[in-house]
């Protein structure tokens, strides 16, 4: 079964708009991080937001917000006004566990996002 | 800043070469790892490393080997390439396996093996 699902393979935005990119998850485990990484067309890998298993509000980075909703299993990251720059592939993430050697990250498939004019 | 170098960006290999790809790190973290990267799969970890000389194997470690004679240096190693090897490869690295640390990345490398 697949850990982080990702189901928008494409997504297309006005810019100034707001856009939510859709991640799902699947662990038994209690202790979990999971995260959003922006990977522009150049290659790199962004760190973009964290939100813990234990926090009890929603992760916000400046114009990224996670929509946490532990219950459902969803991780979804809303971006509020659109920038050009936005336009790139979106990753999530999970962490299981803690701390110890065996906290891997699992990764979706991604969603790419296109903003447009 | 932290600093994720890769050897290459692009590098094209013949079938049976032996490949080494290295990834050094600046900021004295303790783990590193290496991903490939295909279209429509994510990213998959094939090794990470969690100390000097210390290496686990990923979730598809068939087909690579892994070295990390030094703290800042992890290198992974094909050692007979094989068609289905082209990929992108990422090297990250994180201070601890701490639930909230990230992982910081390199550029990537675009391997394509004829």
């Known amino acids: 079964a697949q850990k982080i699902t990702q189901t928008q393979p494409g997504m297309f935005v006005q810019e100034k708009e707001a856009v939510t990119l859709d991640c799902t998850y699947d662990?038994?485990?209690?202790?979990?991080?999971l995260f959003w990484y922006k990977q522009p067309s150049s290659g790199e890998m962004i760190f973009l937001i964290y939100q813990g298993s234990y926090d009890q509000q929603n992760a916000t980075e400046g114009r990224y917000s996670l929509n946490f909703q532990k219950a459902r299993k969803s991780a979804n990251l809303v971006i509020s006004a659109s920038q050009l720059g936005d336009s790139a592939m979106y990753f999530c993430a999970m962490r299981e566990g803690l701390t110890g050697t065996a906290s891997k990250l699992t990764f979706g498939t991604g969603t790419r996002l296109q903003v447009t004019l | 800043d932290v600093k994720v170098t890769q050897s290459s960006r692009y590098l094209v290999k013949r079938t049976g070469e032996k490949v080494f790809l290295e990834c050094v790190q600046d900021m004295d973290h303790e783990n590193m790892f290496w991903y490939r990267q295909d279209p429509g799969l994510g990213l998959r970890l094939i090794y990470f490393?969690?100390?000097?000389?210390?290496?686990e194997k990923g979730d598809i470690p068939e087909g690579y080997s892994v070295s990390r004679e030094k703290k800042e240096r992890f290198s992974l190693i094909l050692e007979s390439a094989s068609t289905n090897q082209t990929s992108m490869y990422l090297c990250?690295?994180?201070?601890?396996?701490?639930?909230?640390?990230?992982?910081?990345f390199g550029p990537g490398t675009r391997l394509l093996v004829l």
């Open positions: 990250a690295s994180s201070l601890l396996m701490l639930s909230k640390e990230t992982q910081y």
């Open positions: 490393s969690y100390d000097v000389k210390m290496k």
């Open positions: 662990t038994s485990d209690p202790s979990y991080g």
